[in-house]
């Protein structure tokens, strides 16, 4: 079972950056971000496959970018423009799988401890 670790969350205004990790202890095919705010349903945000096979939720396009580094098994978010709707902890979650779709994230079969994303307004 792939171990997943994820960084790089706080708290920050609106219109603010952050960055999040995600280190697997092995790699997988389909890595992947996603959200649960509280009282809320877990929310895909983004996914990759390979390196370039790239989704995104729509309330996260043109926002949020996904990338990774396959020599350390890590992917990236990095996220922009945040707004007070983007709170919410987020998980990185992985599975060999395809199609490696962003609204499945919560179903991947491995997932991290999540790291909480705060954003004042």
């Known amino acids: 079972q792939v171990q997943l670790v994820e960084s790089g969350g706080g708290s920050v205004q609106a219109g603010g950056s952050l960055r999040l990790s995600c280190v697997a202890s092995?790699?997988?095919?389909?890595m992947g971000w996603f959200r649960q705010a509280p009282g809320k349903e877990p929310e895909g945000v983004a996914a990759?496959?390979?390196?370039?096979?790239?989704n995104y939720a729509d309330s996260v396009k043109d926002r949020f970018t996904i990338s990774r580094d396959n020599s350390k098994n890590t992917i990236y978010l990095q996220m922009n423009s945040l707004k007070p709707e983007d709170t919410a902890l987020y998980y990185c979650a992985a599975e060999n799988r395809y199609p490696c779709y962003s609204g499945d994230a919560p179903k991947y079969t491995a997932r991290g401890q999540g790291t909480q994303v705060t954003v004042s307004s």
């Open positions: 990759i496959y390979g390196f370039d096979r790239i």
């Open positions: 092995t790699y997988r095919d389909c």
